[in-house]
């Protein structure tokens, strides 16, 4: 029962990912490699499938093999977080609280990005 509930999670954040590929307001990377966790959890099969998908190729590959992520795929991982979180920043006009948390999130967000994850060329 457990693995069956993996898989079907699995599947949601496949989609969402595929989605994020092509809506800009939606993350693509963070679901994707969700996704990549509940499949290796859910059978040994869904995960050899999955990580033969051009999608994990081109988005997670590098990264989970340690050579990093590609200018591009950090500049728009960046780019989004800033934008959605940029959008809870405005509408925390009255929140000044949540606001500080909003950009202790986006700095540790960018130095993760900038300074721990390696650029691949």
Excluded: N
Aim: one cysteine or more.
């Amino acid at each position: 029962m457990r693995k069956t509930v993996y898989a079907a999670a699995g599947f949601i954040c496949l989609g969402i990912g595929v989605l994020g590929v092509v809506l800009p307001i939606l993350p693509t990377v963070p679901f994707l490699m969700a996704a990549a966790l509940l499949f290796a959890r859910a059978s040994q099969r869904l995960d050899a499938w999955f990580k033969d998908t051009s999608l994990y190729k081109k988005h997670l590959e590098g990264y989970v093999a340690g050579r990093g992520m590609t200018r591009a795929t950090k500049i728009r991982i960046m780019a989004m977080v800033t934008l959605l979180l940029g959008v809870g920043f405005v509408m925390m006009d009255r929140a000044p609280i949540g606001r500080v948390v909003l950009m202790a999130v986006w700095i540790g967000h960018v130095a993760y990005f900038t300074f721990r994850v390696k650029t691949a060329e």
